[in-house]
């Protein structure tokens, strides 16, 4: 195995107290998950990319409910702060909901030699798993690990987790705490 971890949209905008967004308690609470996680994969040479919303002003995306937010060069598209990065993460700005559609990242995982992709971040239901998708038609293994994402709500995360557990692609397609990753690298 030659991962790379994948954090998804945990940028300062979506986990603003300001907006009432619902996933913001969820998202606060598995930044220490994911320190952990990122701190482990430095360690160990593995590339960390941050995933991040970057939306334009008028973007094709807030024509349905979703607010302007997430601008590209404002510090609301920023990582939020309290994940622990390093000069040698990759950010990856995009915008749409998987960090695949329209980016370069499927180029930059192969420059690395990547062949699989562990997502960490919010929405599990939304783009964490386009991301997953996406990195399983681009022939990476994938894996979710659940207590590194977070959905707007704890039912909805458990559900998404849930139905794809027991999915017919294990082990090219795998959801799994973080304490059962660390085992595996």
């Not at 907006?19 to 430095?42: G, K």
């Not at 557990?165 to 090219?172: G, H, I, T, Y």
């Amino acid at each position: 195995m030659k991962p790379a971890i994948l954090v998804v949209d945990m940028i300062k905008d979506n986990l603003s107290e300001e907006d009432n967004n619902p996933v913001v308690p969820f998202a606060r609470a598995i930044i220490p998950n994911i320190n952990r996680l990122t701190d482990i994969a430095r360690k160990r040479d593995i590339p960390v990319i941050f995933s991040t919303d970057s939306f334009l002003p008028g973007d094709f995306i807030f024509g349905g409910r979703m607010k302007e937010q997430s601008l590209r060069g404002t510090e609301g598209a920023e990582v939020t702060e309290a994940l622990i990065q390093s000069n040698n993460d990759i950010y990856l700005p995009k915008r749409r909901f998987s960090a695949f559609f329209k980016t370069d990242l499927d180029q930059t995982l192969s420059l690395y030699g990547v062949d699989t992709v562990i997502l960490a971040g919010i929405n599990s239901h939304w783009c964490v798993l386009s991301s997953a998708m996406d990195a399983l038609s681009l022939d990476f293994c994938t894996y979710i690990i659940e207590n590194c994402c977070a959905s707007f709500s704890k039912e909805v995360h458990e559900n998404i987790m849930n139905i794809y557990r027991k999915n017919p692609l294990r082990p090219l397609f795998q959801i799994m705490k973080l304490d059962e990753f660390l085992k595996e690298i």
